[in-house]
Every structure is written in C-alpha cells, then in structure tokens.
C-alpha cells in the first residue's frame, strides 16, 4: 500500500535544493569517466582521467546553532599553539625537576583541548536496506564502510566511526582496530557450534514408544531447515579456524565423522588449541586486538607490497568473523569532530544468537539509535515498529531517529505532462528556477534534448520530495510525535561521494535528503558542546592563568603559620571524606530492599509452574520448537509454532512477566503486581537519604574551612589568597554536589534496565539460565522425554537448591546485587572526585610560598618564560572568549572576565590597591633580592624586610557569565570602565625608565586569588 498518492503543493525545505545549472555549466560537467578498455589493458592508472564533481559535507552550511559560530576549530589551533610554545620553551629537564614548574607542564599537556565527549548512535535496519550505505553518505567516504549488493548482509559485527585526533575532514586514512573476543567467550561460541553440528548429524537414537507419549512428536522428530542452517555455519566456524593449516583441513571431516567425539571432549580441546593459534599467527595482541594505522580508503597503483586499503583490511576481519567482537575505524570526518560515533551493527532479524548478543549489546550502550527502513515498506512494517518503540523505550524520542531510505523507489515518477505543468505552475523552488533554466534554451536551436530531459529529472525528484515530507510528518505522529524523522535516497548520496562515477545520479546531493540528515545529527550534541567550550575556555583555561601567577607571585617568611593552617585544613578534609565514605557503605546497602515478601515468592513460584506446562504442551508447542528452543537459552530465532497467542516465543520474557506486570499482552502465568517497577521507585525515593548523607559531611566543610582560615594568624593578603582559592574550589564541589543526586537517579534507572531486559541470550535473566536449559536439553530421547523435560525445568526453577534458594530467591539476590553495587560505584566515583579537588586546593596553597628553589637560575629563567608568555596567553583567551554568546562586548569582557593585564584589581580584604610590577627587563634577582622592593608596592611584609603583591580577592575568570543575566550585569559597566584610563595613563611611567637597548613593555603580574 503507498504512503501517499495524493500530491500535496507544501512549501520544500531550503536543505533539499541543489544548485540548477545553466546548460552550458552542465555541459562542462564530464558526462562519463570511466576508463575505456584499452586503459584498463594498459593498467592506465585513474588519476589521469578527468574527476567529477564530488560533494563534500564539510562546504555544506552548518545549522543555525550559536556553536557553530563559534569558530571552534580556529580557536582550538591557535590555543593548541600557545600552550605548545610555552611547552617548548620550558622543555628541559633542568625545569621540569621543579616540582611546581613540571606540575604546570603536564597539566598544560593533559588538557591539550576541550573536553571530546561522545554520542554513540546505533544504525539499525534489516539486512541490504541501506545501513552501510548510509554511513558512507554520512561520513562524507565512498568505500569507508563495506556496501552488499543487493539484500545480502555484509555486516557481521558491531563496526564503530570514531574521530582521530587531529584528522582533517577530508582525509582518506584511518586507523582500524579489530577486537577478539576473549578466552572464554571463544570456547562458549565454539561449544555451542560443535554441538549444532553434532546436533543435525549425530542425533540421540531413540527409544521405545509409551502410550503416555502418543502425543510426543519426539518419536518421529525431523531435523528442521533451522538445523541444518546452523549445522552449516557451525561447520563454517570450524573451517575457519583450521584454514591455513594443511593437516588440520584434512583431520576436520574423520574427527566430524566419529560421534564420540562430541561427548568426550576431544573436539572441543582440539579446535579451541588451533582457534588460539589461528589467532596468533595473525599478530594478535594481548589486548585481543589487531591495529592497522593510516589505512588508504583505496591503494594507488604504486603502493608499496603488503599494504591494505580499507577494503583488505575489512576482509581480514570478515574472514575471522566469528571471532571478531567488533571493529573500530578511527578516521576524520565532519560528523566525527563534532564528537558522533556512528555504529554500524548487523541488521535485526539475524539468526545468530552470539551476533544479535553482540548488537544488542552496542545499541544498550548507545546514546540513541538511528532506525533505517525502506520507504515502500515502512508503513505497515510491524519489525519496525518494534525496533521504534524498543529505541523510545530505551533511549527516549529524542534521540530516536527515523529514516526512510529509496524513496525514490516508493512512489512511481510523474510523468512528462505532470512535470511540465508543475514547473509552469508551482511557485516554490527550485520550480521557478527549473523554468528560467528551461526558458533560457527555448530559442536555442542547437538545445540538447538531454539539458531539457535533466531539468525534467530534477523536478521529479523534487515532486518525490514533495510526496515524502506529508509522509514524515504522518509517521512522526504515529510515534508519539517526537522522535525525528526524515526520508534520503541514500544510493544517489553515495555515488555523488565517488569521483570517477559512470554518470551523474538523477537525484542531486542536497535532494538525496543525507545533508539535512547530517544537519539534523549535528544538532543533536550542539548545545552540549556550547557548554562544554564553555566550561574549557571560562573555567579550564583560565586555571591555567591562575597557576602560571602562583609561580611568578610567592609569599615569603610564613611558610610556619601557612603550614599550620594546611594542617587543619586536611584533617578536615580528611574528617569529611571519611564520614561520607562511611555514610555509603551503610546506605548504599540499606536503601536496597527486597523485591518480594515470602508469600510473593510463593505466588512467583507457582507461576512459573504454571508456565512450564504452557511451554511443554505438545498440543500447543511443536517439539522441535520446544527442543530448539532450549538449545537456543530460551530463545530461538527461527521456529514453526504459533504459541503464546501470536507472540514471539522468548521463555526469558514469560519468566520476567510471572514476577512482573507485563507492558503488553496479559496470561494466566503473568503476574498482577508490577513488583519491580515499584522496587525501583522506592529506591528513588529512598536515594534522597543516601545522596545527603553522603553530601553532608561536604557541604558542612564548607564553614569550617572559613573558620579555618579566619583562625589563622597569617596576614590578610595571605588570608585573601586562600579564600580566593577555595571559593573556586568549592565552586566546582558545588556543582559535583548538585549534580551527585541525578547520577544516584541514574544509575538506578539503569540497572532496573538492565535486569528487565530479556531480549537475548547476553542479558541478566538469560545468562541466569545458561544451565537450566543445558540440563533440559540433554535429558534422555525417547518416551516420557516431555516429562523428563519438564521435571528438569522446574528442578531448576522451582525447586529450592542446595542453598535452599528457588530461582525467584537468585533473581531477587543477583539484582539487588547489582543495585547496590552501582550505588557504591557511583557513590565512590564522587566521592573520589571531592577528595580529588581538596587535595588539589591544599597543593595550591603550598604554592603560595617561596620554596627552596625560588632563587635558583633554572627557577628564575622559568619566571621570565612564563612572563613574556602570560600576556600573549591571556589576550588570546579574552579573543576567544569573546565568541561565546553575551560575551561581545570587549570592555564588559574585561570587567566580568579580568583575564586582561589587569592594572587595577579590588582585594579581598582592603580598598583598591596598585599592583606590583616586575619588570622582565631587569636582572631577576634585582627584585627579589634581600631589602628591596619597588617603589610604592603595596603588599605584606615579611620577615626578611621584602614584600609580594596582594591578593586579588575577586575574580570571575573562573565563573563565567551567566547568560541569562548579562542584561543586568551590563548596567554596572559604564560606571567601573571610567576608571579604567586614568590607571592606563599610569602605566607610560614605568617605560621611561627602562633600558634602551632592552625595548620591550613590561608584564603586569596579577593574582586571582
């Protein structure tokens, strides 16, 4: 049934219209470039024909979002080449051994850049509906990732799109690495494949009909096409693990052949010692993987012997398949910089269990999903819908992405006529231009029909465009209304991607629909990254300012009484974090209550009795459903019965709905109660309790750190400094306390995830019962082979075990388990951060102080680096600054942010005072020496008859601005900036002093503390 058949005039989005070219710039356009025969003989290389066009994401515009005015790639370089001087300036052994000047280096080389975050986004479709295809198109590659021809899948494992850093959005290389599975997942995987092989050509003889049994199909049981398919790929498996080796190939067949092998262990041990060796001959590390770096996405004809394309490289990895856990390719690309991870996983309804695991396994772990379907079919596609409402559920509508691929396929082109009246008639572009380009040939004789046939093509498409966009809005209401969706012809995206195309597609670049997609995509993480430059450019950055004044401003002749008061600090310090990790050892366990009550257990189990007898009744369950179904961990993928009232048969779900209220359908196994959604809840609500007791013991630090302070007999400009560092500290406590409650809420969420999820065999419930369904499955053929069965299951499941627990008691123990647990992680990972930042806070104040080395010649070269380097760093940083929304404004930058050479800064506990100039051309040691200070420095005496420059009190380097209030911040501006030159005409002073020889401007130091 077509989606849509009326044609409806609707005004085309601007993403959708692709340049119209006159009819002579078509003509310049070359028609066909392959390469003739007689080149191909001669090996002609391609490079001397002639390319065509090839669109490029990277020209298209990026969407109306601030971030991406922002210039983000500009700013990062020229930062990245500042901090890269000074790091070089200061290389060197003789200052990296002065502990404070190499602290200052490896944090300048650890923070080489904004935080790079990443947004897994899952492809998922069926196979040959378009997933690879699509994934060229939108990383801009054309053989990047493996396309199939026709509707054979060529996805056989998880592959994931990452950015490399520092890759330019055009390049062709990129860095793969193969991941193995490990030791004992190999063995699982071969197991299972020896016994479907033994399965389908060694089946158990059978016994001796019972009355009892005359119902049982097991008597005249036939192997099933499932089982032959499954018998072949498992014989794949074992080929692959013995190619190569020439003995190995010839013992594979005589070993099969024997069935005794299958239950002594032999063939198991065998195979599993080659699959290792297999592996090893192929370079594989101890990390389980193989790396290939700067892999062309296609060789030139002089490439060097033993080099891979991407294409060679992606077969190596097909070849092994079945041992492959998955491939990660990291590359350049638009989409990619911006922090998306694309993955492309094998397409659902696969028939391989350890794959759809695998898959499964990605799309939990992703931030969203993008669902791929073709538009002739993705109206009444049920496989679909599911896949929708499975990415709703788990991941939420905004980040559920619809796309209907081949619309050009789903609706028939308009004819002649049609199309004719409609670039007459429809005043929307590209219609009118699509006119004047056809009018501007109506009195050229020498016209090509072939110029007027492409016009008539572009409007075809645009009308399938125009017959597509009611269509998404239609399905996305049939969704709820939320998630996203858009239509693309991903095919003609990809060949516009290929230089060296037999012709151009009839659908252009933008019409294909892929670079709105792409726009689409951006957005997604835009508002994110904005706040992330901005923590690095308002807070990060400008630390780094911070520690460079620290080192070129000490306080000298209190290194006593500042040591006394770091003592009380950490033994406060230490009191806190160690109430609250004593808080989450108690709570972290008592706020996991049970699931059930004893009699709710009963109930469970009675249940789940109930439930086996549905599951084994021959009049219900053919037997070789029943039987494959336990081979397959109560899940198969393939079966004849139609049980359970048409739904898919999954014995995992049936036992998660006898102990909880089922979201569909209701049965008589299913229970009434929705136990574990209310076992969630009120760990919710009992989360509060753990979260402020765990914060409590922090946000009570906050006032005995100033009492602290207060107590201590140091000067105030001492005084000043420490407060002014802890208040930027406990700003960023601050936050880590706010956000601590919505992580506890989190991590809740996700194991209530993880322990209802029953849809493979990789999930809670399903490993749970890896044995229960082995032990049933190997019960004795033959008559009462359904009682034997049946009594095996509910031994396991019903039935108390040695420990006197039934399987309801392991479920309840194994997640509530795996709350606490998560609750202890994320609590401790808090936890770890505060004591992290205290102890951050306590080496600052160390640096208050002059140290032993201070008047060392390697101490006092460092100083005159960082002087001459400091402006230049703290210009660049207003510059960039400057950028950010709110931020326009230089002066009102300069009295908000004070990143500037400041000549006047208000200190924490007196009125305004000059700050002291160091002069960088004078001797060094002339201003720190013994009884000499300059002239009219206002600053804390010292013991030894020397001064240092005040604190600055206040400071909002750190802080930022807060958008939402800059219009009132702005009001106070006019009446502080006045005051900003008459401090300026101060500053000639000072020069006119200076040596002639030497003409350089001084450096104001300024502490921000």
């Known amino acids: 049934m077509p989606l849509i058949l009326l044609f409806c005039k609707i005004h085309m989005h601007s993403d959708f219209i692709d340049e119209i070219l006159s009819r002579e710039e078509w003509e310049k356009r070359t028609k066909r470039s392959q390469p003739s025969s007689s080149q191909i003989l001669r090996k002609k290389s391609r490079s001397v024909l002639e390319p065509k066009f090839k669109h490029k994401p990277q020209d298209e515009k990026r969407p109306d979002h601030v971030f991406f005015t922002l210039d983000t790639a500009n700013m990062d370089t020229k930062m990245n080449h500042m901090v890269f001087k000074v790091l070089t300036l200061l290389s060197g052994q003789a200052y990296e051994n002065i502990e404070e000047i190499g602290a200052f280096m490896q944090k300048l080389q650890l923070n080489p850049g904004p935080e790079t975050p990443e947004w897994h986004y899952a492809l998922i479709g069926k196979h040959g509906e378009g997933k690879s295809t699509l994934t060229n198109c939108l990383l801009g590659r054309h053989k990047l990732a493996g396309v199939s021809k026709g509707t054979k899948s060529c996805t056989q494992f998880a592959t994931e799109f990452r950015y490399k850093a520092g890759a330019n959005d055009d390049t062709d290389k990129s860095d793969v690495t193969i991941s193995f599975f490990d030791e004992l997942q190999l063995r699982a995987h071969l197991e299972e494949n020896i016994m479907r092989y033994g399965r389908f050509h060694h089946p158990t003889s059978e016994e001796e009909e019972s009355d009892e049994d005359s119902l049982d199909p097991a008597l005249t049981r036939t192997l099933t096409k499932y089982d032959e398919y499954l018998s072949k790929e498992a014989y794949d498996v074992l080929r692959i693990i013995v ?105 659902y309804g696969d028939l391989n269990q350890a794959r759809i695991a695998s898959a499964n396994v990605h799309r939990r772990s992703a931030h969203g999903e993008i669902i791929i379907g073709a538009a002739s079919r993705i109206e009444d596609s049920e496989d679909l819908d599911g896949q929708i409402t499975r990415s709703r559920k788990a991941h939420g509508d905004r980040n559920t992405i619809l796309v209907m691929n081949q619309i050009d396929k789903a609706y028939d082109a308009p004819d002649y ?15 009118p231009e699509l006119h004047i380009a056809l009018e501007a040939t109506e009195d050229d004789s020498d016209a090509e029909e072939a110029y007027d046939d492409h016009i008539a093509s572009v409007a075809q498409c645009a009308m399938v465009r125009q017959f597509a966009e009611p269509c ?59 706040q992330i430059y901005h923590k690095h450019y308002f807070q990060i950055l400008p630390g780094f300012v911070d520690d460079a004044q620290r080192i070129l401003t000490k306080t000298v002749g209190q290194k006593e009484i500042l040591a006394t008061t770091r003592r009380c600090l950490e033994q406060c310090f230490r009191n806190a974090i160690r109430g609250s990790r004593a808080a989450k050892d108690v709570n972290s366990i008592s706020i996991v209550l049970p699931i059930y009550t004893g009699s709710e257990k009963n109930t469970v189990t009675k249940r789940i009795k109930a439930l086996i007898q549905v599951w084994s009744a021959p009049t219900v369950v053919q037997f070789n459903t029943f039987m494959h179904t336990l081979v397959c961990r109560g899940i198969p993928t393939s079966y004849a019965s139609a049980a359970y009232r048409g739904r898919d048969i999954n014995w995992n779900r049936d036992l ?67 407060r002014g560092a802890w208040r930027k500290v406990k700003h960023v406590i601050r936050d880590m306390v706010n956000r601590f409650p919505e992580q506890i809420t989190a991590a809740i969420d996700k194991v209530y995830q993880e322990v209802t999820t029953e849809e493979d065999i990789g999930c809670m419930i399903a490993i749970m019962n890896i044995q229960t369904y082995k032990d049933a499955a190997y019960q004795r053929r033959g008559k009462k082979v359904y009682t034997r069965q049946r009594r095996s299951l509910i031994r396991s499941l ?24 998560r609750i202890a992680q994320v609590s401790e990972e808090f936890i770890a951060a505060v004591d992290t930042k205290l102890k951050e806070f306590v080496r600052i104040t160390k640096q208050f102080m002059e140290t032993d080395v201070y008047n060392t010649s390697q101490h006092v070269a460092a ?147």
């Open 243 to 347: 190619k190569g080796d020439e003995q190995a190939e010839e013992k594979l067949d005589r070993h099969l052949n024997h069935p005794e092998n299958f239950t002594n262990g032999s063939l198991i041990e065998f195979y599993h010692r080659k699959q290792r060796e297999r592996l090893q001959a192929l370079g594989v590390d101890g990390n389980n993987t193989i790396v290939y770096l700067n892999v062309p996405d296609k060789l030139d004809l002089e490439h060097e012997q033993g080099e891979r394309d991407i294409t060679a490289v992606r077969k190596v990895a097909e070849s092994l398949a079945p041992f492959v856990r998955s491939v990660k390719v990291a590359t350049g690309g638009m989409l990619l910089r911006y922090g998306l991870v694309l993955v492309d996983i094998p397409g």
């Open 417 to 431: 006529d049609a199309v004719r009246s409609e670039i007459e008639e429809n005043k929307e572009s590209p219609f």
């Open 472 to 530: 998404e809005d239609a399905l996305k209401q049939r969704h709820g209304g939320r998630i996203s969706v858009y239509s693309v012809v991903a095919s003609a995206a990809h060949d516009w991607l290929d230089p060296y195309r037999a012709e151009d597609p009839t659908w252009g670049p933008y019409m294909s629909g892929v670079p709105h997609l792409r726009r689409g995509l951006l957005c997604l993480t835009a508002e994110q990254k904005l």
């Open 656 to 722: 998660l709905d006898t102990m909880e209220t089922p979201a569909d359908n209701s049965h008589a196994y299913t229970s009434l109660e929705a136990y574990l959604s209310d076992w969630k809840v009120t760990i919710k609500h009992k989360s509060t309790e753990i979260s402020n007791s765990i914060t409590g013991p922090i946000t009570d630090l906050w006032a005995s750190i100033e009492d602290v302070i207060t107590a201590s007999s140091a000067p105030l400009a001492l005084k000043g400094r420490m």
């Open 798 to 821: 019903c039935d108390p075990d040695s420990n006197g627990r039934m399987f309801v008691d392991r479920y309840e123990n194994a997640a509530m388990n795996k709350m606490t647990e």
């Open 863 to 1009: 100083r005159k680096v960082l002087r001459r380097w400091l402006p230049e760093f703290q210009d660049l940083l207003l510059d960039c600054q400057r950028r950010f929304p709110g931020q326009q404004d230089q002066q009102d930058v300069q009295f908000m942010g004070s990143i500037k050479r400041a000549r006047s800064s208000e200190c924490e506990e007196s009125a305004i005072k000059k700050i002291k100039v160091e002069d960088e051309y004078e001797d060094e040691n002339s201003i720190i020496s013994e009884g000499k200070t300059d002239k009219g420095t206002t600053g804390d005496s010292t013991t030894d008859g020397r001064k240092t420059a005040p604190s600055c009190g206040k400071s909002v380097l750190n802080k930022g601005i807060d958008w939402s209030r800059g219009a009132k911040t702005n009001k106070l501006m006019p009446k502080t900036n006045k005051l900003m030159p008459k401090t300026n005409k101060l500053m000639p002073k000072p020069n006119k002093l200076m040596p002639k020889p030497k003409p350089k401007r001084a450096s104001m130091i300024v502490t921000n503390h």
